[in-house]
């Protein structure tokens, strides 16, 4: 059985979440605050997070940059800002998806097991092989690390997931609808963008420190990494 914790200040919201995910047949357990959710998610260790971003005290985004320290569980970010911007910046911390207030419980459902069947699929693609390798880029997918030349990459997990996506489709051009829906599975409704904006973060890790130009743009279509 899959655990779930829910991190979220309304318990009334809380308690409804946790009601219709138990039927479902899933271990539930919430906090209503940033601190407590830590603590909880320290000891419980669980399968996925629900984050609310309006938190007393220590806030959402906080609670995000704190969980990404020790735990790789998917976070499912929950909120009532519907700025693009906000999205990408909570995504660029180590979301996996985003949720605007109110939603459709049905929906979150739908998400959670989404995001749950994709962690169970990483998991297995490890198993059976965990080292890309680049020329001098070598993308470890079992330890969630990249390195150039043997220094380190400082990637967040959706910018490690887009080189480990693209590098495993090597000379193929992908579009940015295919990788929205295959990197960060479920569609953004035309926010296509996302996908550029994440590829410039990886370019200035790597391409401005190194000077080697690792994808590369395909007009009118979206990105591909091709053989040296």
């Keep these: ?28 357990q919430y906090a209503l605050n940033g ?6 998610c320290k000891s419980f260790v669980p399968d996925l997070i629900i984050l609310d971003i309006m938190l007393p005290g220590l806030n959402g985004d906080d609670v995000l940059q704190k969980l990404r320290k020790f735990t790789n569980a998917p976070v499912i970010v929950v909120s009532a800002k519907t700025m693009v911007q906000t999205k ?11 949720m605007t207030k109110p939603f459709a419980i049905e929906e979150l459902l739908a998400r959670i097991r989404v995001a749950l069947n994709r ?19 070598q993308v470890d997918t079992a330890k969630y690390e990249a390195s150039y030349q043997g220094n380190k990459l400082a990637f967040t997990k959706k910018e490690f997931d ?13 579009s940015r609808e295919r990788i929205l829906s295959e990197v960060w599975d479920y569609e953004y409704m035309g926010e296509t963008n996302v996908v550029d904006v ?31």
Excluded: P
Aim: aromatic share 8%; proline share 0%; charged share 30%.
């Design 198 to 228: 994440y590829v410039r973060y990886v370019r200035q890790k790597l391409d401005d420190v190194y000077g080697k130009k690792i994808i590369n743009t395909v007009r009118g279509v979206g990105y591909i990494i091709k053989d040296e």
């Design 119 to 137: 962690q169970k699929s990483s998991v297995e693609d490890k198993k059976e092989s965990s080292i890309m390798e680049y020329g001098d880029l």
């Design 162 to 174: 887009l080189v480990a996506y693209l590098l495993a489709h090597k000379n193929e051009a992908i």
């Design 35 to 40: 601190i407590e959710g830590i603590h909880l």
């Design 88 to 98: 990408i910046e909570l995504l660029k911390m180590g979301a996996d998806d985003y």
């Design 1 to 28: 059985m899959n655990k779930i914790i829910i991190i979220e200040d309304d318990i009334a919201i809380c308690n409804m979440i946790k009601k219709f995910l138990e039927n479902n047949k899933y271990s539930v």
